[in-house]
């Protein structure tokens, strides 16, 4: 990609960004997705909320179907590609998808809060935090 | 440059002037904005009041010395890994390990429910297990007692909450579990019905978190049920809740009672 477009969304709106990282500068978007805020009822403050972390952000603030308003920002730019970072909502992978059929998507990680080096264990946090502890603690 | 037409308004005079706006663009959801300021800046302010060693120390009190950081958090203003890395610093400067682990652990409950989200996706909104409680999935009801949206159940306590919640969109977490408690358990609402209601409100609305923290106080993430009685609420919560209730003056208080009575009371007992 030579010139892509940066998708920032809602679990990455702070500067540890690794799109914002990787590519200062270029134009991004965030969009309020409208069908889950209606769906959902999410009440004025949390909106709200969302819009003063962006307004310190360097980001275009859209609402709408979140894959087609990420696509005509792409298209205003003459991207050939979109770059954003890992979401683990599931709704982030539909979207991701639908971008994906008219434009190439490049998903980053985010710094992880540890790495593990076994499959995690997720019957009961107690076994989870055995196996992640040692291992967050090694960064002390 | 002019931004292109299709672009949301960056510039605002006020507060106030933002939240007209929102109200324009957002003209169905509910209610105003939160005292709690979204952004880098506000969330910069949290890290630095952190204090590792007064947080394990307190942690559990309604007045205690939480960090407040969960809105900046669970939506990546602040990364877990950056929190965590601010932690080792103050515990460098001072304290030590000792002095940290409770915070640290606190964070690990985040991951680890990110974690579970990410293998079950929306299979978060099932049970996890089966109800410990006795009481058939059925008899739990579907949706959320007016009573308790609205803040006017009786109970100080509740009603303070609820207040809470949807003014300022956070909670902490001690009153998060009685709330829930009290839904699931004494009122016997199905917790999918309070998780929306949290999810509607609460700033660091993560569904993860939420559902399957839900789950722990229903029993169907955890061996037990988790409920409260009038002391434990009284010991964390202070006396204030209580002393303008009308119902702790009646003697109606649901929840003044021992534990064994309150388990007798809310939950069947297991088939032989
Ligand atoms: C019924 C119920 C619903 C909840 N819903 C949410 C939710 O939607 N979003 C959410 O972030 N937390 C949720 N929690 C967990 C917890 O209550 C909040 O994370 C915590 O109260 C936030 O306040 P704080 O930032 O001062 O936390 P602190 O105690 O200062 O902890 C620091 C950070 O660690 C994380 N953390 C702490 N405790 C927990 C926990 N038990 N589970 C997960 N993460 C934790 C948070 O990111 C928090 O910001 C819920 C708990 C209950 C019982």
């Given at each position: 990609?030579k010139?892509?477009i940066?998708?920032?969304?809602?679990?990455?709106l702070?500067?540890?960004n690794?799109?914002?990282?990787?590519h200062p500068?270029?134009?991004a978007?965030f969009?309020?997705d409208?069908?889950l805020?209606?769906?959902?009822a999410i009440s004025l403050?949390?909106?709200?909320?969302?819009?003063?972390?962006?307004?310190?952000l360097?980001?275009?603030?859209?609402?709408?179907?979140?894959?087609?308003?990420?696509l005509a920002?792409?298209r205003q730019?003459?991207?050939?590609g979109v770059?954003?970072?890992?979401a683990?909502?599931?709704?982030?992978?539909?979207?991701?998808?639908?971008?994906e059929?008219?434009?190439?998507?490049t998903?980053?990680e985010?710094?992880?809060f540890?790495?593990?080096?076994?499959?995690?264990n997720l019957?009961r946090?107690?076994?989870y935090w055995?196996?992640a502890?040692?291992?967050?603690?090694?960064?002390? | 440059?002019?931004?292109?037409?299709?672009?949301?308004?960056?510039?605002?005079?006020?507060r106030a002037?933002?939240?007209?706006?929102?109200?324009?663009?957002?003209?169905?959801?509910?209610?105003?904005?939160s005292?709690?300021?979204g952004?880098?800046?506000a969330?910069?302010?949290?890290?630095q009041?952190?204090?590792?060693?007064?947080?394990g120390?307190?942690?559990n009190?309604?007045d205690?010395?939480?960090?407040?950081?969960s809105?900046?958090?669970?939506?990546?203003?602040l990364?877990?890994?950056?929190?965590?890395?601010a932690v080792?610093?103050?515990?460098r400067?001072?304290g030590g390990?000792?002095?940290g682990?409770?915070?640290i652990?606190?964070?690990?409950?985040?991951?680890?429910?990110?974690?579970?989200?990410?293998?079950?996706?929306?299979?978060i909104?099932?049970?996890q297990e089966?109800?410990k409680t006795?009481?058939?999935?059925?008899?739990y009801?579907?949706?959320?007692?007016?009573?308790?949206?609205?803040?006017?159940?009786?109970?100080?306590?509740?009603?303070a909450?609820s207040?809470?919640?949807?003014?300022?969109g956070?909670?902490h977490n001690?009153a998060?579990m009685w709330m829930?408690a009290y839904v699931v358990?004494?009122r016997r609402?199905?917790?999918q019905?309070g998780a929306?209601?949290f999810?509607?409100?609460?700033?660091?609305g993560?569904p993860?978190?939420?559902?399957?923290?839900w789950?722990?106080v229903?029993?169907?993430f955890?061996?037990?049920p988790?409920?409260?009685?009038r002391?434990?609420?009284e010991?964390y919560?202070g006396?204030?809740?209580?002393?303008r209730?009308d119902?702790?003056a009646?003697g109606t208080?649901?929840f003044?009672?021992s534990?064994e009575a309150l388990?007798?009371r809310?939950?069947?007992?297991a088939?032989?």
């Amino acid at each position: 990609m030579k010139q892509p477009i940066l998708w920032i969304h809602g679990e990455a709106l702070g500067p540890a960004n690794p799109a914002l990282q990787a590519h200062p500068g270029r134009p991004a978007v965030f969009v309020f997705d409208e069908a889950l805020i209606r769906e959902q009822a999410i009440s004025l403050k949390r909106l709200g909320f969302l819009y003063e972390c962006l307004l310190e952000l360097p980001v275009s603030i859209r609402k709408g179907d979140v894959a087609e308003q990420v696509l005509a920002f792409a298209r205003q730019h003459q991207a050939d590609g979109v770059i954003t970072s890992a979401a683990v909502d599931p709704r982030f992978a539909l979207i991701r998808s639908a971008i994906e059929h008219e434009l190439a998507i490049t998903v980053l990680e985010p710094e992880p809060f540890v790495a593990l080096n076994t499959p995690a264990n997720l019957q009961r946090f107690s076994r989870y935090w055995r196996q992640a502890e040692p291992l967050v603690w090694g960064g002390y | 440059m002019a931004s292109p037409p299709a672009d949301l308004p960056r510039q605002f005079a006020s507060r106030a002037e933002l939240e007209a706006q929102l109200r324009e663009l957002f003209p169905e959801a509910p209610g105003g904005l939160s005292p709690i300021r979204g952004g880098r800046q506000a969330a910069e302010q949290l890290r630095q009041a952190a204090n590792p060693a007064r947080y394990g120390r307190s942690r559990n009190f309604l007045d205690g010395a939480v960090t407040r950081l969960s809105p900046y958090i669970r939506h990546g203003v602040l990364s877990l890994a950056e929190v965590r890395e601010a932690v080792f610093q103050k515990l460098r400067a001072g304290g030590g390990r000792e002095a940290g682990e409770k915070l640290i652990n606190e964070l690990g409950w985040r991951d680890f429910w990110q974690r579970v989200w990410r293998q079950l996706g929306d299979g978060i909104w099932h049970n996890q297990e089966p109800l410990k409680t006795g009481h058939s999935p059925a008899s739990y009801a579907n949706e959320l007692p007016a009573d308790l949206a609205e803040a006017r159940t009786g109970l100080a306590c509740m009603d303070a909450f609820s207040q809470e919640l949807v003014t300022t969109g956070w909670l902490h977490n001690h009153a998060r579990m009685w709330m829930a408690a009290y839904v699931v358990h004494w009122r016997r609402v199905q917790w999918q019905a309070g998780a929306r209601w949290f999810l509607q409100h609460l700033l660091d609305g993560d569904p993860a978190s939420n559902n399957l923290s839900w789950q722990w106080v229903a029993s169907s993430f955890s061996h037990k049920p988790y409920i409260f009685n009038r002391s434990n609420l009284e010991r964390y919560a202070g006396s204030s809740l209580c002393a303008r209730c009308d119902a702790a003056a009646k003697g109606t208080c649901p929840f003044d009672a021992s534990y064994e009575a309150l388990q007798e009371r809310l939950f069947a007992p297991a088939a032989p």
